[in-house]
């Protein structure tokens, strides 16, 4: 079993910013495919970031521009950094993992662990 943790969550204005943060075993980060989904009240979770062993990212269009994924090997730790907010990204946003795939991660992954969720609010 593989305990994901997340953090950095919370309340901002339209056009602020926040740094989810996802701490994992150290040795996900080497072989495996990692990412960030989000759900919103009412509607269907989604893929936002992956990113791939080797450092490849891959973005959902609505986010392209304003948010940024990456991983720290040192800390354990996988980031979205999410810049410009807009009130369409309030959502539980989780971080996942496919232990299964290192290379051409994709939404459509069976990702294998799921972190509990943090909640991001983005006000008008």
């Known amino acids: 079993q593989v305990q994901l943790t997340e953090s950095g969550g919370g309340s901002v204005e339209s056009g602020g910013s926040l740094r989810l943060s996802c701490a994992a075993p150290?040795?996900?980060?080497?072989?495996?495919?990692m990412a960030w989904f989000r759900q919103a009240p009412g509607k269907e979770r989604e893929g936002v970031a992956t990113?791939?062993?080797?450092?490849?990212?891959m973005y959902a269009d609505s986010v392209k521009g304003r948010f940024t994924i990456s991983k720290d090997h040192a800390k354990n730790t996988l980031y979205l950094q999410m810049n410009s907010l807009r009130p369409e990204d309030t959502a539980m946003y989780y971080c996942?993992?496919?232990?299964?795939?290192?290379?051409?991660?994709?939404?459509?992954?069976?990702?294998?662990?799921w972190g509990q969720g943090t909640q991001v609010t983005v006000s008008s």
């Open positions: 996942a993992v496919d232990v299964w795939r290192s290379t051409y991660c994709s939404f459509q992954n069976g990702y294998t662990y």
């Open positions: 150290g040795y996900i980060y080497s072989r495996s495919c």
């Open positions: 990113i791939e062993s080797d450092g490849t990212t």
